[in-house]
Nanobody
Framework: DVQLQASGGGLVQAGGSLRLSCAASGFTFDDYAIGWFRQAPGKEREGVSCISSSGGSTYYADSVKDRFTISSDNAKNTVYLQMNSLKPEDTAVYYC??????????????????WGKGTLVTVSS
């Protein structure tokens, strides 16, 4: 069975940091782009960051650029999202998703093949 397990969320004060992890299993990890998406209460889902299957390409939404860093450990089938300088507006449920197409990762995730359950990030002011 395909599984994507997101973890690492929690409550943090503004300016703090969290590292999210997305552990994948049940598919050939090296062939898939992995993305992070988030959905805040009452808002549409938005793309946050993506990493290509090779790790050679990354994407960041403007709202998180220079604060978040995506990385991949292919030996562990895990993608990380290091989130620094967190702001209250980063509060959301964060999801990871996978697809063979890196380009599908660049939107709101509508075409991504596999999704994990989310992890809640709450940033207090």
């Amino acid at each position: 069975d395909v599984q994507l397990q997101a973890s690492g969320g929690g409550l943090v004060q503004a300016g703090g940091s969290l590292r999210l992890s997305c552990a994948a299993s049940g598919f050939t990890f090296d062939d898939y782009a992995i993305g992070w998406f988030r959905q805040a209460p009452g808002k549409e889902r938005e793309g946050v960051s993506c990493i290509s299957s090779s790790g050679g390409s990354t994407y960041y939404a403007d709202s998180v650029k220079d604060r978040f860093t995506i990385s991949s450990d292919n030996a562990k089938n895990t993608v990380y999202l290091q989130m620094n300088s967190l702001k209250p507006e980063d509060t959301a449920v964060y999801y990871c998703a996978a697809d063979v197409s890196y380009f599908y990762c660049l939107g709101d995730g509508s075409y991504m093949d596999y999704w994990g359950k989310g992890t809640l990030v709450t940033v207090s002011s």
